[in-house]
């Protein structure tokens, strides 16, 4: 009997694509994201408490490292490294825990509406996606540019926008992951114990706690699977490429020298072979794939531990 039950309960599940109401996916997802938008934007509160979540660490993290990167000295090499780690693993933990307790909050409405005919999940989704990216724009202008001024980075466009955009990826990653992990947890508890065992070693092997030279070989496979090293990696590489350092005479041969003269010198000591052959596009390209990993195995477990055919 009990085998019966669990029959008929697999028989009742809905197909992702199955249609449950007689608007086109373009329609629901216009009106679910106009919808989402409202509700974020609405609440003020909501969007100047993310504002002064991110705006005081910002000037904080400026203010520790206030102007390092200004003059590019030898000096400033690890302080900066520092710098480009905070910038990477805040945003990281922070909309990790965002994503998972955002959607904890809204699993009940989701299968309450979903099982009415109220909408599919593709749209619900792309519109919980959308409204939450929205709230994260001006949350990462927030967090970078204070940032970006107080540590003296170069005011130029073009590795502004390289910044932000690697920044923003970031996070569009973690919510991702951390939205995963939100469809099968309940609390905060919960939440914590996926992220620590995942945040554990993506710190350790991102290449600031430890060089990858210094790294067991069995160990480096996980070096090239954290996301927290490639978009250290991106910063990297976008910071220092054609750059030249102010106490290093170029002049004299790399043989006889104890210092990086350029950038590109310095690239070719700390970066690894992968970052070399494919540069800051490449790497971002490995970042987007990090998201549409994370985007298809939220929507499957979504499937499988919401929409499990049991209201």
């Given amino acids: 009997r009990k085998q019966e039950q669990q029959q008929q309960q697999q ?15 373009l329609e629901q997802t216009e009106i679910l994201t106009r919808r989402t938008l409202l509700e974020n934007f609405k609440n003020r509160k909501k ?9 005081p660490a ?4 400026g203010f520790f490292f206030f102007q390092i990167a200004k003059r590019p000295t030898q000096a400033s090499i690890f302080p900066l490294k520092g710098l480009l780690f905070v910038a990477t693993q805040n945003p990281v933990i922070e909309t990790f825990y965002a994503g998972a307790t955002t959607f904890q909050s ?8 979903y099982y009415d005919g109220l909408y ?7 519109a919980y996606y959308i409204g ?12 970078v540019l204070p940032m970006y001024l107080l540590v003296g980075l170069p005011l130029d466009l073009q590795r502004l926008l390289i910044f932000m955009l690697t920044t923003f990826l970031v996070i569009l990653m973690a919510c991702a992951a951390g939205s995963c992990v939100g469809t099968r947890t309940r609390d905060a508890e919960g939440n914590r114990a996926v992220l620590m065992p995942m945040l554990i ?14 790294i067991a070989t069995v160990w480096q496979p996980i070096f090239y699977l954290s996301p927290v090293q490639w978009a250290m990696s991106v910063l990297e590489r976008n910071h220092y490429f054609n750059l030249n350092f102010e106490d290093c005479d170029a002049s004299i041969p790399p043989s006889v020298r104890h ?35 994370f985007l298809a195995a939220n929507v499957r477990t979504i499937r499988s531990c919401v929409l499990d055919g049991r209201i």
Avoid: D, N
Avoid at 15 to 20: I, K, M, P, T, V
Avoid at 58 to 61: A, F, N, P, Q, Y
């Fill in 11 to 25: 028989q009742q599940k809905p197909h992702l694509f199955e249609r449950g109401t007689e608007l086109g996916l």
């Fill in 47 to 55: 969007f100047f408490r993310g504002v002064m979540s991110r705006l």
């Fill in 58 to 61: 910002s000037m904080m993290v």
């Fill in 106 to 113: 809204t699993k009940g409405l989701l299968k309450r509406e």
């Fill in 120 to 126: 599919q999940v593709i749209p619900y989704y792309l």
């Fill in 132 to 143: 939450f990216l929205a709230m994260q724009i001006p949350w990462t202008l927030v967090w």
């Fill in 201 to 214: 070693p993506m710190v350790l092997f991102s290449g600031y706690v430890i060089p990858l030279g210094q």
């Fill in 259 to 293: 210092c990086f003269a350029t950038g590109q010198e310095l690239l070719e000591t700390v970066s690894h072979p992968l970052a070399k052959m494919l540069g800051v596009s490449g790497m971002l390209l490995i970042c987007a794939t990090y998201i549409g990993v």
